[in-house]
């Protein structure tokens, strides 16, 4: 095991107070739900009944089966925070279903026994199959934890004993592997709660075979009549063929995974692909792996990230595209994508306590994530743009469908993005502290209670915060006493300036990758951390084109937009100049009564004296102006108009 | 007749020297040569044969009559100024296998007849028939006003024949129009040759039927099965469905064409459509419909026109978008689009003599449309770019296709733009010049010979200059002597002081919309022109918002970029100050001996300093960088790199 931290269970973490309690709460109350009754109207549910025959209206999708595992799953986190016996029965007839469902081979996919039982593991390249199976099983796996109940459990064991007799390099076994990475995750969470060494084993062998040659892509497109190996078949039969890296870097086939050095193709497949590269690494001390995974982190984290924590920018094929490519409004930064990387990223951090991983989990939660929710707990965004022109929707045509909108929906047709926000919402006390033999360390700051265990030492937490609106944070620490271990306190690489004290007192502390180390006997203690949170002007590499002349607002972690219902639809010419005060203030009135908003002057082209035409020789002249910026995460809240992170400079 | 003009006629004006002449020799010696090349390597001239059975390869594309069509046009045109056995040759052989496949019915369709006979005429909406009969029709009348043969518009007026028995509001004839316009404007042209009143009317009848209800697609698909009265089927049939303008905006049959107020819908397709508007309403004295003309011209001309004389933003569909969006990288502006906006600007003069039409003719003309060629004549863009990047396309899935491409292409599958463009260099001569009963008219500058009739009285001009580089015209009129007269000479929309003088004198002029018009016994006189041509720094409005904080540089009618071939790679942090000095110079090596090149000092981000991460708190500055322009229809002939139209501003 390469890993040598453990992240603390979200049942030990309970969110108190602030903004992530609230957000999670909401999740709770209203997401969940809201998700709940959305599955059932469009006949997701009674999909599992398998009855449906053409001509009826709510035909199965392929995918259909990963919207009901990543509920299932979203419901359990909050079975954990809020039992709810009206839920738990609602997943026991589900349970209860898919148990009807599973063939006596262990065979389980709602598309494929409905629509076409018969070519059932002949597409893994486009259909879907072992991802719907990845998400049932993190579903089952969720339940049970939440519920102690094993039926779930029972039935994704016996559908992965099947899967385990199919796939496999063993003569006979196909050497397959799914186009969209889910199930390899899946399966090392499976072996979490089984201890089954096959299902590691198997997971092991979807990351190894991946990219091999022969391509299994091009063997399974034989095997139906269809060459891919020929240009002309790979445009039609490969719908993301992706000339530069070859035909399967859309699904990160193109190389076996210990070579790919950064991140390609669809941004969700990449995430699930590198959290199960990762898990495998961690579990067989699998150097190569690993490191092909930090190779893959850093080069997204330097060269393919957007400032609110979005990845893959283009629409076309959701994916990422090339180094400093990150547009503004010609974007897509998936919902999906974030909360993936979110995994990702607390799964890198068990292996090295750098704040590289969590300061991107951080900046992708308060931005990206949080965006993609509304404040009402039930619209949500697929794409999060850099800026934003609802203009360009109501005049698309029918190929620009409901998940490229810069507005909020309350579903998708393909509706991967509210459950994954859900689960990643109900389970954020999961992704807050790790433990190991030394000591404990904190990723995330918010209001909550912990009981962790150092050692064999139990310690409770109770963190006090008003972060990330204020700096400040008051840890109490409850130790039995006598024991000698590491407080680690990570800086937030946005921060310039901090301080902490340990009662009251100034404390020896180490920094390392950072992290502020404080090693001492713990008993009941009080931390008392102080970030300085200034509002910073941000610029980009000068690479990224889209952000040249420009800068963005940060403030702690929080990304600040400049939006239609503030500035009026102008804001394109608005500038900001390089020395700029701003003035705080706190709410906006039926969105958010907490959040800190900016006020500060700055400047405005002057829209007058334009006549007929479009051009002119260049007279216009900038005129003060006072500007508005809100946090990123709430755009959209007050009607949908434009809105801009990169603000022209002065 | 509404016109109050007359075109002249190519044949009687001769380019002699100068940027255009230059041009279109390329274009006769090298481009028409190599469009019959490709046409005949690509099987679309064997196509006629009409022997492709399924599993030979090249099967006849719905388009490819149209490619015949205008590839005839094109050679006639160069016929006219450069007599050739051996193109002529071709043309007859081709006219001869026309004639071969024609049915004895007057039908003439190498898709259909070869790939779904019994499917002629049930789908207009999609399958470009009666397009590809205009693009026939307008090659027969060109090729018979070059030769003096008929036989190719003998086959096109039997083709024409059944069309006309075919579709009309008469009982019993189907009340259809082409999804693509095009033959109403091709019916004009052979109504000038013909004079036969059946061909006007159908034009007239097409243009009267467009966009009224029922709407003819829906009656169309309803006769195959389909409703597309219900929103899902129109997603699915529709393939550019505008949900915020109904279903056949993109085809400009959203409503009637009188009661259209805004160019919508595919670009090219507009053009065409609102050029045989013009053209009908001129023919019937139709006020309304010259009405809706100038109303959309204004539209677009106000609204949607990119300064490089480019329409028609979205790559998706083609087409128009909504006022002010005028992207720069994410933008397609197709070739086809601005050589039918040259097309329907030279209707629209003949109304008016106003120099906004002559205006954007000029701009689309010297900058997007000789950029759609390379300088060596064998190389096209189909979409023309205000900023490239061409790793978007390196790194672009097949969904994004070689017209997409920021790099001149030989050839394409859906090759419009090549024999367009060709077409329009080839017939140049016809833009230039307007007569009418009261005088001459000069809408361009460039080196020709003309010969001209005002009234009864033979006018020769001899124009010298060295436009558009330089704004002295010099203008030789040989008239016989004693007959008034006016010469009308366009001042360009660009320039701001000018003079003029004949034989060397100071002469009483009127200014009427943009045209100096001087009024007098013309005899052998000597006119003498001199445009000021600075360079200009030319700002968009502000509602154009990927133009804010930029400005673009114009010389005369010239639009320059920034290319980086002269500026390297980091063009995106090149700043001008509002003050700035140019400095020009005559040729780019190897690419263009005369045009003008610009350098002037300007500012660049200092790349310096970073670290990892792509985002820090400002600290960059500005450094001095010496900055070269060159003129935008260059772009792209020493390698492709990135370039870009609009620069920041200090």
Redesign the interface.
Known sequence: MMRQYTPVNMKHVRLTSGLLAERQKLNTEITVPHIYHELDTTGRIDSLYCRWKPGDPNKPHPFWDSDIGKMIEAISYSLITNPSEDLEEKVDRIVDMLEQEQFPDGYLNTYFKTCEIKNRFTNLYYMHELYCAGHLIEGAVAYFEATGKRKFLDIMCRYVDLIDDTFGSEPGKKRGYCGHPEIELALVRLYGVTQNEKHLNLSKYFIDERGTQPYFFEQESLAYGVDTTKTAN??RH????????GPYA?YQSHLPVREQKEPVGHAVRAMYLYSGMSDIADAYDDVALYNACKTIW?AM???Q?A?IGGIGPSS??E?F??A????N??TYNESCASVALAMWANRMVQFDCDSRYPDILEQTLYNVILASVDVLGNKFFYANYLSA?P??F???????IDKMKAERQEWFDVACCPPNISRLMGSLGSYMYSVNETGLFMHLYAGCDAELRVKDTPVKLTVTTDYPWEGSVRIEVGASGGEVFTVGLRIPGWC?NWEVTVNGSDVPYEIRKGYCLIRRIWGNDTIELEFSMPV??????????EA??R??LQRGPVIYCIEEADNGK?I??L?IP?ECTFSESRGIELVDPRAVVLQFSGFK?N?GG?Q?????????TLEPAAIKAIPYYLWGNRGFGRMLVWM?RT
């Open positions: 790979q445009k490969l719908k993301y063929y992706l000339k530069s890296r859309e850093d984290a330097n060269t990230y400032i076309d094929g994916r595209t090339f400093y490519d990150i547009p409004e010609y022109l203009e360009r109501e005049h698309a045509s029918a190929a620009v310039r910073m002007q941000i610029e980009a590499r000068p690479e990224v084109r040249c002349g800068v963005a102008d394109n010419n500038c390089g082209r829209p334009w007929d035409g479009l051009y002119r020789e260049v007279r216009s022209l």
